[in-house]
Nanobody
């Protein structure tokens, strides 16, 4: 069983920055794929970014060049640095890991970007 706790969300103006964190209850050294997803009101949950094997990074086109995903295995934490935020980035952000053959999700953290 893996518990994930997101933090770092909040309200910012257009062009602002936030850094989200996702802390895991277990060591993440052996977790291959970790990722961030988001869900805006009335929309489906969508992929934001993934980090695989700590090396391969994948981003949604809408966030490329603005968001950076990273992980610190020693701290059991994954991060999402979000810069140049836009109103369309407003959503609940979730972290997800694949541990063994099971997907685990965090509870989500709200990000609100005002114009």
């Amino acid at each position: 069983q893996v518990q994930l706790a997101e933090s770092g969300g909040g309200a910012v103006q257009t062009g602002g920055s936030l850094r989200l964190s996702c802390a895991a209850s277990v060591s993440i050294f052996t977790i291959n794929t970790m990722g961030w997803y988001r869900q805006a009101p009335g929309k489906q949950r969508e992929l934001v970014a993934t980090i695989t094997s700590g090396v391969n990074l994948n981003y949604a086109d809408s966030v490329k060049g603005r968001f950076t995903i990273s992980r610190d295995n020693a701290k059991r934490t994954m991060y999402l640095q979000m810069n140049s935020l836009k109103p369309e980035d407003t959503a609940v952000y979730y972290c997800r890991v694949v541990y063994g053959v099971t997907f685990y999700w965090g509870q989500g953290t709200q990000v609100t970007v005002s114009s």
